[in-house]
């Protein structure tokens, strides 16, 4: 990025707005040609304002340029605002919906040049679930601790008299009973510690994300034989602060499902890269690690989508629905978020971490 970023103190106030707008903001002359590009915009469009400036508008949005000069020459000739609203936007790999603006500035009643702003929807889209995502999951979590403490009370009763029951009986069929219970009731119990999730808080020190990817990957590599991963890591990554144990948790039980969904035969791919300007829950970073966990598997059922993340909704008939609410919440301790993308032949967890250490103070 080029240094406009860099606050400076003789810097213009409009200026250092338009640099912390979360919108991306282009400014083009009466020839459609590029004289400002926010960092927003930068961010948006992949490209740098120092590689951008004194381009037209027809080269800067790709197959999409030249509906975006004419729009613009429409705007220049009339005089008169635009808007657009859930506009594809064709970006390198993806397709973004965006609201798009066009405000005409006059000099002596002509138009001298136009103001562009392009949101995007998926940003508020996306901040809109997460909240909505934390509200039920703060719901459910109060009432699984409800009920977990009404099972609880009572199964340790059951298990304490199952113990004292066991030392009276003398024939051993029946301590066969005994035991089944006992066995029974710590298996529950053991439940519902991983319903609840760990409660204790992370122990934050530095630590380097690819060391933690590379335990989860050695871990799964033990228990399937025959998966193999994929290494794409950005090497520039600095450390980060997290809780290693927490993290590898949370990382497995993401990576464990991928692996379920392979039936353990296939490719996982671990993936790293920074992310700026990235908002969690209402917060803003400038700078957020995302590590990507991706598979070829069959793909996440539309219906489970927006529910995978709460207790015990599985597609598994064996499984328990714990691993990836448990992989929110802890990864929710590090300030962070999870998103995921499915379809067949491609399903993509995305943790989002911020670089900046909340915990440092």
Not at 81 to 95: C, D, K, S, T
Not at 178 to 189: G, S, Y
Not at 229 to 238: A, G, Q, T
Request: charged letters at 20%.
């Amino acid at each position: 990025m080029n240094n406009q970023t860099i606050h400076r103190e003789d810097e213009p106030l409009h200026q250092r707005i338009l640099e912390h707008l979360g919108n991306a903001v282009l400014l083009f002359d009466r020839t459609q040609h590029l004289r400002y590009l926010n960092p927003a915009g930068e961010m948006l469009l992949a490209i740098s304002a120092r590689q951008s400036l004194g381009l037209p508008a027809s080269a800067l949005f790709g197959p999409q340029g030249e509906k975006f000069a004419g729009d613009l020459a429409h705007t220049i000739r009339s005089g008169s605002p635009r808007v657009e609203r859930n506009l594809p936007l064709h970006l390198p790999g993806r397709i973004l919906p965006v609201h798009c603006a066009m405000t005409p500035l006059f000099q002596d009643e002509q138009v001298d040049a136009v103001v562009m702003e392009i949101e995007d929807v998926e940003r508020y889209q996306q901040l809109s679930r997460d909240e909505r995502w934390l509200a039920q999951q703060n719901v459910v979590h109060q009432l699984l601790r409800g009920l977990a403490h009404e099972i609880k009370n009572p199964l340790g009763g059951l298990r304490g008299a199952a113990q004292l029951l066991a030392t009276e009986v003398t024939d051993p069929a029946l301590s066969e009973y005994t035991d089944v219970i006992i066995a029974e009731a710590d298996r529950l119990k053991a439940l519902i510690d991983r319903l609840l999730a760990p409660n204790q808080p992370p122990r934050m020190i530095e630590l380097n994300i690819h060391q933690i990817l590379e335990r989860v990957s050695q871990v799964l590599a033990a228990e399937y034989p025959t998966l193999a991963f994929r290494r794409d890591y950005d090497p520039s990554l600095p450390p980060i602060h997290g809780d290693p144990d927490q993290l590898i948790q949370a990382f497995l039980n993401i990576a464990r499902n991928a692996a379920q969904a392979l039936e353990g035969d296939g490719e996982i791919t671990l993936r790293t890269r920074i992310k700026r300007r990235v908002t969690i829950r209402q917060q803003h970073h400038r700078q957020a690690v995302r590590i990507d966990i991706i598979d070829a598997g069959p793909g996440i059922a539309p219906e489970l989508l927006d529910q995978i993340f709460y207790p015990m909704i599985t597609s598994r008939p064996d499984g328990t629905g714990l691993g990836l609410s448990i992989a929110q919440t802890l990864v929710t301790r590090h300030g962070g978020m999870i998103e995921c993308q499915s379809q067949p032949g491609r399903t993509c967890f995305s943790i989002y971490l911020p670089l900046e250490n909340r915990h440092a103070q």
